[in-house]
C-alpha cells in the first residue's frame, strides 16, 4: 500500500471527523456567547455616564468583570475553571469539556468588541430619535444595533476567528478537534503530513470566514 493510499483510507477519516469537532465546539460557544456578549456590550453602552441607563456601579462591575477573564490566557482559564466546567456539563475531556471553558473566554471578548461597535454609531442620531420620544429598547433594536451591523459583523469575525485558535488549544487537554489531531499525530508521532493538513484545513477555515466577514460588512454598509 502506497503511502498517499494509506494516508486517504487512515488518516482522512480522522481528519474530517476532527473536522466536524471543530465546528461543533465553534458554532456551539459561538452561539452562547453572542447570547451572553450581546447584551453585556448593550448594557455596557447604557450604563455610562450620560446615557440612558446611567448606573456607574453596574457599568464598573461589568468592567472589571470583563477585563479579569480576558486577561487570563485560554489555556490557563481552560485549566482554571475545570471544577466549573465539571458541574455544568459533567465532564472536562472531549467536545463537550471544551464548550463551556470555550464561552467563558469568548462572551467578554465579544462584549468588548460590541461596546466598541455600537460606539461608533453618530450620537448624534441617537439624540434625535430620543427627542422624538422614542422608547430606550427600540433605540436600541433599530438605532444602535442597526446602524452599528456592519462594526458587529466584523467583531463577531473576529470573535469567530479567535474560537478556531481557542479550539486548536483546547486539543491539548483531549478536547478534539484540529488541535488534538496536529497534537496527537503531528507532534506526538511526528506525522509531518497530518501536520501540514491540518494547518491547510485551518488556514483556509480562518480565510473563508474572514472573506464572509468582510462581504456581509461591506452590504450592511450600502444598505
Known sequence: MSDLQEFVQERLPIIGESVVQTFQMVSVSLLFSVLIGLPMGVLLILTRPGNAWENRFVYQLLNVVINVIRSIPFIILLFFILPFTKLVVGTTIGVKGAIVPLIVHSAPSIARLMESALLEVDSGVVEAYKSMGIRTRDIIWHVLLREARPSIVLG?????????GATAMAGLVGAGGLGDLAYRFGH???????????????????????TIGNRMAAKYKKD
Open 156 to 164: 463577531l469575525t473576529i470573535a469567530v476567528i479567535s474560537l478556531v
Open 188 to 210: 506526538l508521532r511526528y506525522e509531518v503530513d497530518v501536520m501540514y493538513v491540518t494547518v491547510f484545513i485551518l488556514i483556509l477555515l480562518v480565510q473563508g470566514l474572514q
